[in-house]
């Protein structure tokens, strides 16, 4: 069953019609300033979403958005819209916010040098139908029957989307992408548990997904209070996202860095994360969910060690940033919306080092993290709570532990790592891997 | 309207609007610019559940066309089972307050300038970088649905942050400051506010990292308010409760905390997180969640108040483009009468805490985080050295009751709270409160 029997409306982006909207905005657009840059989104996506073991809501949704950025004497300015055919009063705005812009040193936006290339991220197997959805949903289902648990709440979601890319020196790129993902929560007296998966490819494994989130909600019952005191901790790569998202990837955003407002600023060079550990952005990887050849201002992506055996070698940037500080694009502008201006992030971050088994001595699980968000983004200083904290004792889940704090410094900890476990997990647009860390704080009760 | 066999209700909520924003980092005007969208949500209730279609530029189809559009959300809901069933419930729309000085009427230009006498306001000695950003969001909202309630209303949204950062050998420390208003503009004469951010993260500079461990605590107005948000709030949302999700589900009539606590969820007051009307068309009204210590209400919809009870509908809430949600509005902390003088005195040693990083609840388990920005020990009844990086956790039905002590006077600040990907508009607020044996967490050792 497909979900989008016929629509009204969006019909303006057939292919056709999409190439000459996105010439005529660059011509009337170049009437008026130096450059011009035109980005097109849209995709559509179903979704189905559990209320307890019953499925509540089933959604279908169309997006659809038109950015336009403009470059005039180093004055960029941008706008975007949800509708096409308003692209005149959306160029108009892009305009008039450059003039505002503070002018800055500018060498132009790329021109074309990428070449057609397989999609990097999109399967083209990946369909939009409701009749999925609610398949996977039934095996998470099934999953969590494991364990005598109540699920509350759980969804998933099939989407896809298309991306053009065009500006005044000719660039017109265009990709795909698709991704499935399946979540489940469940509860057992007080004890959550919680699991999600994620796919470009729709390999996910909801069976598993819900069996886990069963696992650890059955798993926490009837936890015993801990002291307070240092710790071997296990954190598992869930809680590894939060941490570095919130903290270390800002840190790295050559924005950031000349801006003042990070931490490791002047530590290139430096020994920053142990020696064992690399951390590089990946575009190329295959199936990756931020996969792709060019970034969101059309230059050509590449592999960036930012940190090779624990030293820290190299920032990120977009042109914006380069050009300002005299440092080149490492290709790294990404967009969050069609509105707005492109940032500065990473596409796969890869988080690597040789592999040993980290559950070989006693330590405290860390399955996720409560408030990584209110981490202190300059400082590195956190304190969250543990999700499901559970002792690990032979290699296996031992007691739970009812409720723990945990305390610490990201940029520290990221020197106290003792080793990375065998296999990765896609966590966002992360690869990561399970980690070992000794002498951690934890606030008992 | 031909709704079809297997539509027993459909609403139509379609936003438009713009969004205007200012960037200024480092004197910098890094942008300063208007987008615009438009964007529905058309829900069917089918036979079970809900069938709903999320549409990027709505064309606001009719006859034919918009039947069609029903009938794919009636298909899609062919795959619910959930057997839903809405409350009855007043509507009506209330008037969106009038703005003392419209937003809208003010150029960007002129609005850029006077964002950027607040950024250099921060700038002090010692400061390494100053960052003011301005918001603004102009939404038309037009409702209809089957039962042949249509309204439409205007609101226009804006505020500023500002933050400062102050750098020494290493030691990296931010101080910032914000205020978002329904009122109109809030950006004239506010350059206190960015020296009070730079202000505050040099004195940070100087700060020790608390030491965890469990003490009585001092929570500000901001910071009490996001306790009621994340430790209360959440809970009392009806889907939570209908999902068995929350540790307050059948709670109802039961003592969870002192007497001197009492917290309610707005939407019709007049502040951040004000609805004219919710977003199921439903008229919007004070729900009491906590009444003096015992659970008195749920948050809902009409779907969680016809499954779970005890409550009103007028809490579902909605991004543009977006499902409602049952969500909080504005929710508070009623005042008491101490003084803060009396609770300091009450503490040989503890810790009082200021302003707020935000915070997060697992409503399931009943456990709650949240941060402070800064805050300072408590010896003999007296504020001594500075702490930073210190947070705050407890467990939903034991914490309320160790509250011992609540101000005289609320003081409400204004936030985005997130939930299923959504973000709207809130505010939180309360007096200052005292709380003995709460969980602090600082990764100090000292």
């Known amino acids: 069953m497909r979900w989008w029997v016929a629509v009204a409306q969006n019909e303006v982006l057939l292919p056709g019609d999409m190439a000459g909207l996105i010439d005529t905005i660059i011509r009337k657009g170049e009437a008026l300033v130096e450059e011009v840059e035109v980005y097109i989104a849209g995709g559509e996506s179903v979704s189905a979403e559990l209320s307890k073991t019953n499925i509540g809501i089933a959604t279908g949704s169309k997006s659809l958005g038109l950015g336009i950025r403009t470059i005039d004497h180093g004055r960029i300015g941008s706008s975007g819209t949800s509708d096409p055919a308003a692209w005149r009063k959306c160029l108009d705005a892009a305009v008039s916010s450059g003039t505002l812009a503070t002018p800055q040193e500018w060498g132009g936006l790329p021109m074309p040098s990428v070449q057609e290339r397989p999609l990097l991220s999109f399967d083209p197997e990946v369909r939009v139908e ?30 896809t989307g298309y991306l053009t890319l065009a500006n005044s ?11 499935v993902s399946v979540s489940l929560e469940a509860i057992s007296d007080n004890s959550t548990g919680y699991e999600f998966d994620q796919s470009v490819t729709g390999s996910v494994d909801p069976e598993n997904v819900g069996r886990k989130a069963a696992f650890f909600a059955h798993h926490g019952r009837s936890g015993e209070g801990l002291p307070t005191g240092d710790y071997s901790l296990v954190l598992s790569p869930m809680a590894l996202a939060q941490l570095l998202g919130n903290v270390f ?73 380069g050009y300002r500080y005299g440092k080149n694009s490492t290709g790294s502008a990404l967009r969050s919306g069609y509105g707005g201006l492109p940032g500065i992030g990473y596409h796969n971050l890869v988080f690597d080092g040789p592999r040993t088994n980290t559950r070989d001595e006693p330590a405290i699980y860390v399955h996720d993290v ?76 | 309207m031909n709704m079809g066999r297997d539509i027993r209700y459909y609403d139509v909520r379609h936003v438009t609007g713009q969004t205007t924003h200012i960037d200024i980092d480092n004197s910098v005007i890094e942008s300063a610019g208007t987008s615009f969208f438009s964007t529905a949500v058309v829900r069917v209730l089918g036979p ?150 730079g202000e505050r993260a040099l004195s940070l500079i100087d700060a ?43 709670k109802i009539g039961e003592r969870i905390g002192s007497s001197l606590i009492t917290i309610v969820d707005d939407p ?64 508070f902390i009623e005042e008491g009468d101490a003084d803060l003088d009396e609770m300091l005195e009450g503490i040989s040693t503890g810790i009082i805490l200021y302003g707020s990083r935000g915070g997060q609840v697992d409503p399931g388990r009943g456990v709650f985080q949240f941060n402070a920005e800064y805050g300072y020990v408590i010896e003999k ?42 973000s709207v508009p809130v505010s939180d607020g309360a007096p200052y409160i005292m709380l003995r044996n709460a969980v602090v967490g600082g990764s100090g050792t000292e």
């Open chain 2, 268 to 331: 019709s007051l007049h502040e951040f997180g004000f609805d004219p009307v919710d977003a199921e068309g439903v008229r919007v009204g004070r729900t009491t969640i906590i009444d003096q210590g015992v659970v008195g209400a749920y948050l809902h919809n009409r779907e969680t108040l016809a499954s779970v009870g005890n409550g009103v509908a007028g809490h579902a809430r909605a991004s543009p483009g977006e499902a409602p949600l049952v969500r909080m509005s504005n929710t």
């Open chain 2, 208 to 250: 020790k990292a608390a030491a965890g461990g469990t003490m009585d605590a001092i929570l500000d107005p901001e910071l009490a308010g996001v306790f009621a948000h994340e430790a209360v709030g959440h809970a009392s949302e009806g889907d939570l409760v209908h999902e068995g999700n929350s540790v307050l589900s059948g």
């Open chain 2, 48 to 197: 079970s559940g809900w069938g709903i279609l999320t549409i990027d530029n709505y064309s606001s189809p009719e006859g034919r066309e918009f039947e069609l559009l029903l009938s794919n959300a009636a298909s899609l809901a062919h795959i619910t089972t959930e057997p839903v069933t809405l409350a009855d419930a007043p509507h009506g729309v209330l008037a969106v307050p009038p703005m003392k000085e419209d937003p809208r009427d003010v150029s960007l230009e002129e609005k850029t300038g006077v964002l950027g006498e607040i950024e250099s306001s921060a700038r002090l000695p010692g400061i390494v970088n100053t960052r003011a950003t301005y918001i603004e969001r102009d939404e038309q909202v037009y409702f209809i649905d089957s039962s042949a309630n249509e309204y439409s209303f205007g609101i226009c949204r804006s505020g500023f942050n500002i933050m400062a950062v102050a750098s020494r050998e290493g030691n990296v420390q931010m101080g910032y400051e914000r205020l978002h208003s329904i009122h109109g503009l809030n950006i004239r004469h506010q350059q206190e506010m960015g020296r009070s951010a």
């Open chain 1, 370 to 445: 409560v408030g990584a968000h209110t981490a202190n983004p300059m400082s590195g200083d956190f304190s969250v709570e543990i999700s499901n904290p559970s002792w690990i004792e032979n290699g296996d889940f031992g007691n739970p532990v009812r409720k723990a704090m945990y305390a610490g410094n990201v940029f520290d900890l990221l020197k106290e790592i003792e080793g990375i476990a065998h296999g990765e997990r896609v966590i966002g647009a992360m690869v990561l891997p399970e980690i070992r860390l000794s002498g951690q704080r934890i606030i008992g009760i």
């Open chain 1, 249 to 321: 990837v800002p840190a790295v955003n050559g924005r950031s860095v000349h801006a003042g407002r990070s931490k490791l600023a002047k530590s290139i060079g430096e020994v920053v994360v142990d020696t064992s550990i690399s951390m590089y952005d990946d575009p190329f990887r295959n199936y990756g969910p931020g996969s792709t050849w060019w970034d969101a201002e059309g230059v050509p992506t590449r592999r960036i060690d930012i940190v090779r055996d624990g030293v820290l070698t190299e920032f990120l940037y977009d042109l914006k940033t």
């Open chain 2, 381 to 422: 009844g007296e504020r001594k050295a500075m702490v930073r990086d210190v947070s705050l956790s407890g467990e939903i039905l034991s914490t309320l009751h160790s509250i011992e002590m609540c101000g005289k006077e609320r003081k409400m600040s204004q936030g985005y709270c997130g939930k299923g990907g959504q």
């Open chain 1, 169 to 179: 020196h000719g660039v017109r790129y265009s990709t795909k992408k698709s991704m």
């Open chain 1, 130 to 159: 409701a009749g999925i959805v609610e398949k996977a949903i039934y095996n998470m289902l099934k999953g969590a029957e494991e364990f005598p648990v109540k699920v509350t709440s759980g969804s998933a979601d099939i989407s």
